[in-house]
């Protein structure tokens, strides 16, 4: 049996966890650059606000309906979710972090528990360490746990928790389940069942195993057999090395300046090379892009990147950095107001499988001694403690975050005070 732990509304909850008089109270969350509401409490949804809905449209309505509204805050989402899992990880010896807000868990050889009074101890004690709600739906497959997160969530009568077991109860539960919603279906394959008239999960687990993987290819078929009771997706307790690591934002104002965006660029290609270090790889292709705003059609518009390739494969933020201001610097042209800078690694190979080069100069081992220690300074003080000089101060181009909270699980000048 594998149990799917689904955080309800998981950033607008962060953001109550330690803000108690919001509790009832509308919440929603923003976007970067506060541009669209991307994530909202049960009572913001209750007032018709959309997801993806543009804040400046919603926002005299925001007010009126006293909504609390919140920039995202991904240190505090980032640190709540590793509680989170680190509870879970005490309800089995075998975990798999789905998501920032969702993990499975593998319960085989748990048939002696009573599994919803287990799914409700799980559910009670998250709450009761994080004040984070959650759904928990237990079944035969990922898929069918899936399916009985998502019924725990949307019925108040389950209360939280959903467990489907046996044919009766399961042809149950997949008839009610539209087939849009079938975990891994996507859009495009839910409007072909649609079209073939399979409209719930059920229709789709009754199709020929021929059709279904004539049609959808054999994930369909491993879906297909997943409803059926039948484990065909397997847990993931290590999460696979990336093969290509991007980090790109849009900038708080347009940037007109070079060294606004270079200090951009440098923050990206030093937090690519913090990826590579953390997963124990390196890479040998760098990739810088920037571009203006599309959507202002009464400006200039001008999009360029550049692709450049090290002759050894790396993962030092100094030598990184280097090349993706090398390649901003042939890109940028002067007269353009720009809107968005990024940097992708890629070629990634494992630390210990690197080719090196007879003409290579650079220090390497030097250059990895140093980023021990940088890592290690980081770790230990918090995020960008410090960083490569190129990166600058970052504040003529971060993202506008005017209604940011405070960190309050990850510094120590956020931290609450306790007034007894």
């Known amino acids: 049996m594998f149990a799917l732990v689904d955080c309800n509304n998981f950033y607008a909850s962060c953001e109550r966890v330690f803000r108690p008089d919001l509790r009832g109270r509308p919440v929603v969350v923003l976007s970067n650059n506060d541009g ?56 089995t010896p075998r975990l798999e972090i789905y998501s920032v807000d969702e993990a499975f868990l593998d319960l085989s050889g748990f048939s002696r528990y009573d599994l919803s009074a287990y799914a ?48 009766e109860e399961r042809d149950f539960y997949l008839e009610k389940l539209p087939v849009g919603d079938i975990w891994g279906i996507g859009r495009r394959y839910g409007g072909k069942l649609r079209r073939h008239n399979v409209k719930s999960a059920g229709d789709f687990s009754r199709l020929p195993d021929r059709w279904v993987k004539r049609e959808m290819t054999v ?5 297909k057999r997943e409803l059926r009771g039948e484990p065909c ?17 849009s900038f708080g104002t347009m940037q007109t300046r070079l060294r606004n965006i270079e200090e951009a660029v440098a923050t990206f290609a030093n937090n690519c090379a913090a990826k590579l270090r953390s997963q124990h790889s390196r890479a040998n292709i760098v990739m810088v892009f920037i571009h203006t705003n599309p959507f202002r059609e009464k400006d200039p518009q001008y999009a360029r990147s550049r692709v450049l390739k ?20 042939s890109i940028y042209r002067e007269g353009y107001r720009y809107k968005k800078a990024g940097v992708i690694t890629a070629g990634i190979v494992p630390e210990g499988q690197t080719q090196t080069s007879l003409f290579d100069n650079v220090k390497r081992e030097k250059h990895s001694k140093v980023m021990d220690a940088f890592d290690s300074v980081n770790d230990r ?22 209604r940011l909270s405070p960190r309050y699980t990850t510094s120590w000048r956020d931290i609450i005070t306790v007034k007894v």
Do not use: H
């Open 381 to 402: 003080y918090g995020r960008e403690t410090i960083k490569i000089g190129a990166q600058g101060s970052g504040s003529e181009w971060r993202l506008r975050q005017e």
């Open 120 to 167: 409700d101890r799980i559910r009670r004690e998250v709450v009761k360490r994080t004040g984070i709600p959650v759904s928990v739906g237990i079944g035969a497959t990922k898929t069918l746990a899936k399916a009985a997160s998502r019924f725990a969530k949307k019925n108040a009568e389950c209360r939280g928790t959903l467990v489907i077991e046996g044919p």
């Open 310 to 329: 090290l002759p050894v494969p790396s993962n030092s933020s100094m030598e990184i950095v280097s090349y993706a201001l090398a390649g901003l610097r």
């Open 36 to 91: 669209c509401i991307i994530a909202r409490s049960d009572e913001a949804k209750a007032l018709g606000i959309k997801m993806g809905q543009p804040f400046f449209e919603s926002e005299y309505f925001l007010r009126e309906k006293e909504v609390a509204v919140f920039s995202s805050n991904y240190a505090l989402y980032g640190d709540m979710s590793r509680r989170v899992m680190n509870i879970l990880g005490r309800f």
């Open 219 to 223: 994930t369909g078929l491993r879906l």
């Open 233 to 249: 997706i397997q847990l993931e307790e290590v999460p696979g090395a990336k093969k290509a690591i991007c980090t790109s934002r």
